[in-house]
């Protein structure tokens, strides 16, 4: 099964960007749709944005469309969350997800199997 491992977390001032990064090992990242969710203390994970096997569909939530670009290279079993014109109310811990299927229904987390440990993202403002 594949393990997955967040890293570009930090502490940003608002109106900043962070690039996050998910690094796959154990596994074919091919062969998983990949998603990034988000938790604030106190709130329920959310989605954020999911990628294609393939790379070539992605799904945003309304919250950070415009904001947030979800890319991947399977070369490297990376996949990333370019975040732009990042807001106070984006402060969270970041987690990547992978599930082995098609991107269809990849914005519910229990959809997923397999999980990071997470990476804090503070934006102060």
């Known amino acids: 099964q594949v393990q997955l491992v967040e890293s570009g977390g930090g502490l940003v001032q608002a109106g900043g960007s962070l690039r996050l990064s998910c690094a796959a090992s154990?596994?074919?990242?091919?062969?998983?749709?990949m998603g990034w969710f988000r938790q604030a203390p106190g709130k329920e994970r959310e989605f954020v944005a999911a990628i294609s096997r393939s790379g070539g569909s992605t799904l945003y939530a309304d919250f950070v469309k415009g904001r947030v670009t979800i890319s991947r290279d399977n070369a490297k079993n990376t996949v990333y969350l370019q975040m732009n014109s990042l807001k106070p109310e984006d402060t969270a811990v970041y987690f990547c997800?992978?599930?082995?299927?098609?991107?269809?229904?990849?914005?519910?987390?229990?959809?997923?199997?397999?999980w990071g440990q997470g990476t804090q993202v503070t934006v102060s403002s």
């Open positions: 997800a992978a599930r082995e299927a098609y991107l269809r229904n990849s914005v519910f987390s229990e959809n997923y199997n397999t």
């Open positions: 154990g596994g074919t990242s091919s062969n998983y749709a």
